[in-house]
């Protein structure tokens, strides 16, 4: 069903929605697992693939506008749309990953960030880097829940950010049948515009923070997006469905309980 452009979901096509989403989970637990130094980012790459094998799922990611990879793996300084290749991942890096996955057609999107191990300890700025995103990324998602309009997700997102650089350019999407859709979600205050929040609608939350500003420019391979200051940058998403009882994360294996108790939002699986 259709309505300004947006492809609102039944029930029965949330819970299949759910399906691509937990291979997702699971690309993301085997990646997770091998981010290590020494680790090219290819590697990574390969890793997802024998997931998606194993699932019987496809790539969302794979040759979409010519894209070559299974997952972007963004370093350091590169926010988004990583190539993975050749890089060897270093102690301390900040590694972002973000993944996809198709399954009877419907997809599951979300992404992760975190900083490499190293024996001297990993730079603190950079830790809180990373949980702030992901901080604000749960706070965006419970404004599916306790907000109205589509914008109260941007503007928690930013209440959130405290103070690092929120990229403006690039967005979260719809997602349902196709891996973007409309309608866009900022990582902004929007606060009382955009579409009203109701059943159906099937979103993907994906904050990308720096410690600099929210300038970026894009590498010479035409993909690779990074912080024009060259400041470090973290991503983290995840693909959540509203529904007429509540909001479901449907890329985390728990459905978005942890993230969520914060907030006071209890999560309303429909398995």
């Known amino acids: 069903m259709f309505g300004r452009g947006i492809e609102y979901k039944t029930p029965d096509q949330i819970r299949r929605m759910r399906t691509a989403g937990l291979v997702v989970a699971d690309i993301h637990d085997a990646v997770r697992a091998a981010i290590a130094p ?3 980012t290819g590697e990574l790459d390969q890793v997802a693939a024998q997931v998606l094998q194993a699932a ?7 040759g979409y506008h010519g894209f070559p990879g299974r997952l972007c793996v963004s370093v350091n300084s590169e926010i988004v749309h990583g190539i993975p290749g050749a890089r060897v991942i270093q102690p301390g890096d900040v590694v972002s990953v973000d993944a996809g996955a198709v399954v009877d057609g419907w997809h599951g999107d ?3 960030t975190v900083v490499v191990p190293a024996e001297a300890g990993t730079d603190p700025a950079d830790e809180a880097l990373a949980g702030t995103t992901e901080k604000a990324m749960w706070a965006g ?6 907000g109205k309009w589509l914008g109260d997700v941007g503007a928690a997102v930013e209440d959130a950010a405290d103070g690092y650089g929120i990229v403006r350019e690039y967005t979260g999407h719809g997602i349902g049948t196709a891996m973007h859709q409309e309608p866009d979600v900022h990582n902004y ?5 955009g ?4 059943p159906g609608l099937c979103v993907a939350v994906e904050p990308m923070l720096t410690r600099g500003g929210e300038a970026t420019s894009t590498l010479d391979d035409g993909w690779t997006v990074v912080s024009a200051d060259g400041s470090r940058a973290a991503h ?4 959540v469905a509203v529904h007429a009882d509540g909001i479901w994360v449907l890329t985390a294996r728990d459905g978005g309980a942890a993230g969520l108790a914060a907030h006071d939002v209890q999560v309303a699986p429909l398995d």
Not at 141 to 146: C, K
């Open 38 to 40: 020494g680790v090219t």
């Open 56 to 62: 019987g799922a496809t790539s969302n990611f794979l």
């Open 110 to 112: 979300a992404a992760f």
């Open 141 to 146: 998602i419970a404004a599916l829940a306790t």
């Open 189 to 193: 205050a929007r606060r009382r515009r």
């Open 195 to 198: 579409p009203v929040l109701r």
């Open 236 to 239: 983290v998403e995840h693909t």
